[in-house]
């Protein structure tokens, strides 16, 4: 039996669940047209499931998700992977714990990526969910691994989920999809909340004691055991 059938009704799981999350992005106002993706990690095996390239967020079923390894080779679909799965791909393949990687080009964040400057951590949102400043990560091109680096290296030295990629835009990573979309819709959210509040004024930074105390009630105690 083959890696790929001995995965199979997981894949087929998969499938449908990153064809779902796929909905999440227009429906928070993340991406336009095609851009954006989901991926998710196969448990038990080398591959990943992502949106195909190009294709209109209306027209995603479970059936056209693609499957690839980590080397971003297709293994399993019709259609041509996204241009980022080599980014995706890269970041399974050297940060074991990470199950999801979503990527939007949404326009606050993406603001902000553009600037090269992280989000500070003034909101106890930002503290809860990221743990600190969202980081910037450093310029690359599509096409490669290229960016995959960058995210990693990025996201190393961060409690954060998510990383802007300068001049590009978000990357969000967690142990499984709808963590990494959960991700990019509040990076989306404090993003334009700190540009409001910059418009106002010098928003007030938070202590770090109290940074951390918010991100470990938040991921650890927070919601139903």
Known sequence: MSVLQSVGA??????????????????????????????????????????????????????????????????DGDLSPSSDTSAHAYVYKHLPQVGGVVHTHSTYATAWAARGEPIPCVLTMIADEFGGEIPVGPFALIGDDSIGRGIVATLRAHRSPAVLMRNHGVFTIGPNARAAVKAAVMCEDVARTVHIARQLGAPLPIRQSDVDALYDRYQNAYGQA
Not at 25 to 41: D, E, F, H, K, Q
Not at 45 to 64: C, F, M, Q, T, W
């Open 10 to 75: 997981t894949i087929k799981q998969l499938r449908a669940q990153v064809a779902a999350l796929h909905a999440e992005l227009p429906r928070n106002a993340l991406v336009v047209w095609t851009a954006g993706n989901v991926s998710a990690r196969v448990p038990g095996a080398d591959l990943l499931v992502i949106k195909p390239s190009g294709v209109s967020y209306d027209d995603i079923r479970p059936e056209n998700m693609v499957v690839t390894d980590l080397d971003a080779n297709l293994v």
